[in-house]
């Protein structure tokens, strides 16, 4: 999902829907770190708001029959869900908001009418099935859902190129807002049916084949589709409008000149398909590069489409996106979802990344791939600025922080987003070889397709076709919090190159273990690219050239995410106490790395701008902590000294 941040005007019925990324990067993020094996770990059943009987079966089929308008969010029909029974099921629990009037409840085919609703919770007692029992269960419905109040609706309407439409918006807890269901992550149901009754002038698109459009003969029209594919329950969808119908076609390679649809329901109005169709036939080729990049469209049997909407943004319904525009960005983005949110769906919502970090960075590769290496580096180092633009929040999401109300750390564009989509990139610099990158992908797609997954699972995956360890890779910058701070200061003596590499952090995590490009410029006009594993805070270099480096520059290639400055000394020899100086702001520490490892007892001074010691100190250690929350705003002077030598720097407070 891809959105754009409106204002508060839009949970009125007349104007835009929300959108669903959070560009708010001054928002204040939980510390926590939380790394579960446990997918079940969420003060079960899911969340606390939902009825434990949800857990007693597995969802196989969802049939939507439905009455719908373009002009009305108001929905009449009923759901029928087939499923399995986990346990010896004498309680049947489904979920739908109370504004939805139930009217008849079917559960095999029997009538019940006692039944407890509790909050979205519906309870019924039924007969008792055995263990491993199917079964079919209608739910026969009708209301309004609310229009405001939330960060997300299930179900919106408003006016766009004098039309008006309807969709739905069921990502994370909506879907109980329009249709009775089960909203678990990890029970995909096998197969959906969507029948949609709206007036004789629209169209109303939905997942899978549409498989028959049938006139009622009173004004109204049912539109049924079908989709045999695996689904969760927030990507069953529909929209409706006074639509036109325009088809295009993919041919991936590997179709061996086979095609697949893109079907697409535009508004039908003048000129609305002209201002559109240069955009949406870059679908195709896009099409082509994820099947060749990843694995082939995970639903080549039905179609990929898209519903115009007054969305603002696009969210990634599977096999058919429901859209506010066409701009390239939003296509790719909510197109790579059909591998990543769709194919293989993030297992909890603490793991939003395995959706909309690599939705990110399949927007990422269709700029390098289709627009070139420039165009990528330009949208990859703005995800990295966004993601450095406040110091702390993990991409993994903490347990405790799921819940209805907060959607906006869920889908937190810095975090969820940005970051997460740049430490992808991280990943594919730290493989260092690119066909093995995209087997990691490929793999990751092919072990859990049709299904659910973590970041673990991603882990594992990568570690799997590496043969490499990533624990720490994955506890810094998946679990962890902030960004690496790089000062360098190098030198040069007698054609050897001398450079300390300090790596400070912006947040809780103390450090981030990572490959490092440097490009370093000689004074004969040539360069060079060199790569150096950061294996602690302090790292010293030292390598012959038999020439001057004049300047350095810094991840040239704009592969990492960091803040970095250089500075350059004139040096005979290097003073055994010398010192780099890192500061911690949030704790107001400051640390003197020694580049002496001999553990020599050190005296450390800091005084004022005005001469006076307002800090003495000793230290044999090669790393040294202190505190300056006692030391008032301004400048000082920090001195390391033994009975031979000193070294003298300044920082500010």
């Known amino acids: 999902m891809k959105h754009l941040l409106l204002s508060l005007a839009i949970l009125l019925i007349s104007s835009f829907s929300f959108s669903q990324i959070n560009n708010d990067h001054n928002i204040e993020h939980k510390c926590s770190h939380g790394k579960s094996n446990n997918l079940k770990a969420l003060d079960y059943f899911l969340y606390n708001w939902q009825s434990e009987y949800l857990d007693d079966y ?50 095999n085919g029997v009538e019940y009418t006692v039944y407890e609703r509790d909050g979205k919770n519906v309870i019924v007692p039924v007969d008792e099935i055995s263990a491993g029992s199917a079964f079919s269960a209608q739910i026969f419905y009708n209301g309004q859902p609310p229009t405001g109040g939330g960060f997300f ?146 639903f080549w049997q039905e179609k990929y489409g898209h519903c115009l909407t007054q969305l603002g943004g696009g969210m990634e319904h599977q096999t058919m996106t429901t859209m506010g525009g066409f701009s390239f960005g939003l296509v790719a983005h909510e197109l790579g979802h059909m591998w990543f949110g769709d194919n293989v769906t993030c297992a909890t919502w603490s793991d939003i990344w395995i959706n909309e970090g690599f939705a990110t960075y399949a927007n990422y590769l269709a700029e390098e791939f289709i627009h070139g290496w420039s165009s990528g580096v330009t949208f990859i180092v703005g995800k990295q600025n966004s993601a ?24 937190s564009g810095r975090l969820s987003y940005n970051k997460g989509g740049a430490i992808i990139h991280i990943l594919r610099h730290e493989i260092q070889y690119d066909p093995l990158f995209f087997k990691v992908l490929e793999t990751f797609q092919t072990n859990f397709t049709d299904s659910t997954a973590t970041g673990e699972n991603f882990k594992n995956t990568v570690e799997d076709v590496t043969g490499r360890d990533f624990d720490q890779f994955f506890d810094q910058w998946y679990y962890g919090e902030g960004y690496p701070i790089y000062n360098i200061e190098y030198y040069n003596l007698e054609g050897v190159f001398h450079m300390t590499s300090l790596q400070t952090t912006s947040s809780s995590t103390p450090f981030f273990n990572m490959l490092m490009d440097f490009r370093l410029y000689f004074g004969d006009g040539t360069d060079t690219l060199i790569s150096i594993q950061q294996n602690e805070n302090l790292e010293n270099v030292a390598m012959y050239f038999g020439k001057d480096v004049l300047y350095i520059d810094i991840d040239p290639n704009n592969w990492t995410m960091e803040q970095s400055s250089v500075s350059v000394s004139i040096k005979e020899k290097q003073s055994p106490i010398t010192f780099s100086l890192g500061q911690n702001q949030l704790t107001e520490d400051i640390i003197l790395y020694f580049a002496d490892k001999e553990y020599v007892n050190k005296d450390i001074l800091i005084s004022n701008m005005s001469g006076q010691t307002v800090y003495t100190g000793q230290t044999s250690d090669s790393e040294f902590k202190i505190n300056t929350s006692f030391l008032p705003k301004g400048i000082y002077i920090i001195t390391a000294m033994n009975d031979e030598h000193s070294s003298v720097k300044r920082f500010v407070k």
């Open 58 to 107: 597995d969802v196989t089929f969802y049939f939507l029959d439905i009455e719908v308008s373009n002009s009305s969010i108001y929905v009449d029909g009923n759901t029928t869900i087939n499923g399995i029974a986990k346990v010896d099921l004498d309680t049947f629990a489904i979920e739908l908001i109370p504004e939805q009037t139930i009217t008849q409840i079917l559960f």
């Open 153 to 298: 609706a299930g179900i919106s309407t408003s006016t766009g190129w004098g039309k008006d439409v309807t969709w739905t918006l069921s990502e994370p807890f909506a879907a109980s807002d329009w249709f009775a269901v089960k909203q678990d992550l990890e029970d995909k149901a096998d197969s959906v049916w969507v029948f949609l009754t709206t007036s004789s002038e629209n169209m109303a698109g939905s997942q899978g084949l549409l498989t028959n459009i049938v006139d009622l003969g009173d004004g109204n029209t049912r539109y049924e589709w079908k989709s045999s594919y695996p689904i969760d329950y927030y990507l069953i969808s529909f929209a409706v409008s006074e639509y036109q119908e325009y088809n295009i076609y993919a041919h991936p390679e590997e179709m061996d000149g086979d095609s697949i649809l893109i079907q697409n329901f535009i508004y039908d109005a003048a000129g609305c398909l002209d201002f559109y169709k240069d955009d949406i036939d870059e679908t195709a080729p896009m099409v082509d590069l994820f099947s060749d990049l990843f694995i082939l469209y995970p």
């Open 388 to 411: 450095m633009s406040s110091p702390g929040g993990s991409v993994y999401i903490p347990e405790d922080e799921i819940y209805p109300g907060n959607e906006g750390r869920i889908f």
